[in-house]
């Protein structure tokens, strides 16, 4: 018979979306490091890094640990979108108007 500690901390570790945890996700789901990184294909080094630095998606910190809100995650992936019909796309996908917004040109080179 398994001890009421492991099923107790099973449970309690298992996000949202899982088969056997029925709880639909949502963007209010705060996600550790390793999961933040696994939804950005990134290691947890480059999030700490981004941190550091300033960069990357807004983050919640609580005591000595970190978490993301996955629709914070999820808004910073889209606004790196590039090239094609992507950006549409999600405009197309949200409802959102039908106005992109277009690349900005490079200044000519030279002198």
Known sequence: ???LESTTATATREP???ADNPRPLSDEDLL???E??????????KL???????????YVQDGGRIFYRRGDNRKYIEARLRGGDLRAAVTVLRGTSASVRHRRTRPARGG
Do not use: N
Not at 36 to 45: G, I, L, N, Q
Not at 48 to 58: D, H, L, S
């Open 32 to 34: 550790t490091q390793k």
């Open 36 to 45: 933040a990184a696994k939804e950005r294909r990134c290691s947890v080094r």
């Open 1 to 3: 018979m398994p001890s």
């Open 48 to 58: 700490e890094r981004e941190r550091a630095e300033g960069r990357g998606p807004p």
């Open 16 to 18: 949202a979306g899982r």
